[in-house]
């Protein structure tokens, strides 16, 4: 079968990870890529050897000559880019945050649902080797049935260097990493119906929240807790690690700091190393992150190929989504959020 013929836009920090990502897909690769500013264009054209090029996304989409489209701009661009993408019955992956509110990311899901073209959310975290690990032992029944689980990403490191934009907006850690670790509580756990959240600004250099404790109630039973902070200064920086603690009716599971994943049931306690590829392009600490973006990449492209739904689907995404939007109110509100309301 020919390769399926993708077309970027955005052409900023972290698609450059995208880009190596596509360069290693199995069945996919990229062909025309967009960015309205000059130079990010040129960095990354020149560097994956793209000749089409261009500043317009809508004279992108009308030049066509593409299958799917991956957009990896920041959140205020996704709606009218997904949007685009739809009216031109182009699939479409786009980056996390999906949007800026639970409203766009309705909209924008029907969109495609009615344009009949798939969509799916980058949201790569739950393609980590470690997370894959767990959920996967999870499966095999190695702890019985979860009841109890915590989901946990505490740093201190920079992340405003490579991504100024995080330090200026109103919302911060829920929106931008949160999302992941409420994404991860979700693939391990299964769906939320309540959650209580509380947040705080620690570092007053930024305007967002930095650090928040969300407690969820999940469907099947289990309490979890997802806590995220990145004023947390720890003598070994754990960026950008999450880790994970899970307690059932037949054993626990740990996934704590390196990697270290430890399963204790009836039939003793396995340590097993969870540590993710270093991938070719990668560079410490960030591959962890690479090569979920190479995964989830890849996924696409396979279910893409067999006319199949993806793990992270627009659809999937907007119960990760409805996690966010109630987190915030219950931090605002101090009061627990009912998420079947929000969806
Ligand atoms: P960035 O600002 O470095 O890059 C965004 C690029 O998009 C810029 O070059 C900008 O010129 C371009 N752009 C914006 N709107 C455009 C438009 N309408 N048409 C064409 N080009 C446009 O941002 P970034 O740090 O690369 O982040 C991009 C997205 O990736 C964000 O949503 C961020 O949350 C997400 N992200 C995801 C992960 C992950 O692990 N999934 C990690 C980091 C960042
Ligand atoms: O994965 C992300 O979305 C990034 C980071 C890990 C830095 O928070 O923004």
């Known amino acids: 079968m020919s390769e399926l013929r993708g077309a970027l836009i955005g052409c900023g920090f972290f698609a450059v990870n995208q880009m190596f990502g596509w360069r290693d897909v199995k069945g996919a690769g990229i062909v025309a890529i967009c960015d309205r500013d000059p130079e990010r264009l040129k960095i990354v054209g020149d560097q994956f050897g793209i000749e089409r090029r261009y500043s317009d996304a809508a004279q992108m989409f009308a030049d066509g000559g593409f299958d799917f489209v991956d957009i990896a701009t920041t959140v205020q661009s996704h709606r009218p880019l997904v949007e685009m993408a739809a009216a031109h019955k182009i699939p479409a992956i786009c980056q996390k945050p999906f949007a800026p509110t639970l409203a766009d990311a309705k909209a924008m899901v029907k969109a495609c649902r009615d344009a009949?073209?798939?969509?799916?959310?980058?949201?790569?975290?739950?393609?980590?080797?470690?997370?894959?690990?767990?959920?996967?032992?999870?499966?095999?029944?190695?702890?019985g049935t979860p009841f109890w689980g915590r989901f946990s990403f505490r740093s201190g490191f920079d992340v405003f260097a490579p991504q100024p934009y995080l330090a200026e907006g109103s919302r911060f850690i829920i929106e931008d990493l949160g999302i992941h670790t409420l994404d991860i509580a979700r693939f391990i756990l299964g769906d939320v119906s309540s959650l209580t959240a509380r947040t705080k600004r620690v570092n007053p250099a930024i305007k967002g929240e930095d650090v928040a404790t969300i407690l969820l109630d999940h469907e099947r039973g289990a309490t979890s807790i997802v806590d995220v902070s990145y004023a947390t200064k720890l003598g070994i920086e754990p960026f950008p690690e999450t880790l994970i603690e899970l307690d059932g009716t037949e054993g626990t599971i740990r996934l704590s700091q390196g990697y270290k994943l430890e399963i204790t049931n009836a039939k003793g306690t396995e340590i097993v190393d969870a540590s993710p590829a270093l991938l070719s392009w990668a560079s410490r600490p960030w591959h962890n992150i690479q090569e979920s973006v190479y995964a989830i990449q890849q996924h696409w492209a396979d279910r893409l190929a067999a006319g199949e739904e993806t793990s992270t689907s627009g659809d999937d995404n907007l119960k990760t989504f409805a996690l966010v939007e109630a987190a915030y109110e219950s931090a605002a509100s101090g009061k627990p959020v009912e998420i079947g309301v929000l969806l």
């Open 116 to 143: 009949g073209v798939p969509l799916m959310v980058h949201e790569n975290f739950r393609w980590q080797t470690p997370i894959q690990a767990v959920r996967k032992a999870l499966d095999a029944g190695a702890i």
